[in-house]
């Protein structure tokens, strides 16, 4: 019943900017810390960001500096904004999270979301 739901991908041009969202529901009591991957085609997937439930942030030096994960708790929701975009981080974008769900209040699982295409290209 818990889900994450990614929006905000797309088609942009080098050096353009793009912002995801991500947002949980379900029956969830806690998120703990939320992250970004990204996978391209025939390339493993990369950890891009995480930010923990108080704010701490971690980012792959691939986008140190470009890239800002934060988070909205009131909204169950995670942020990528992404600015001066390279055809490199052309990639599927995942969600994750870990969550206390109500129906098992005692342990963490950890979710994904479908994932949404970011084409960078002139």
């Known amino acids: 019943q818990v889900q994450l739901v990614e929006s905000g991908g797309g088609l942009v041009q080098p050096g353009g900017s793009l912002r995801l969202s991500c947002a949980a529901s379900g029956s969830i009591f806690r998120i703990n810390t939320m992250a970004w991957y990204r996978q391209a085609p025939g390339k493993e997937r990369e950890l891009v960001a995480t930010?923990?439930?108080?704010?701490?942030?971690n980012y792959a030096v691939s986008v140190k500096g470009r890239f800002a994960i934060s988070r909205d708790n009131a909204k169950n929701t995670v942020y990528l904004q992404m600015n001066g975009l390279i055809p490199d981080d052309t990639a599927v974008y995942y969600c994750n999270a870990g969550i206390v769900g109500r129906s098992n209040p005692l342990r963490s699982y950890e979710f994904w979301g479908q994932g949404t295409q970011v084409t960078v290209s002139s």
């Open positions: 930010i923990t439930r108080d704010g701490i942030t």
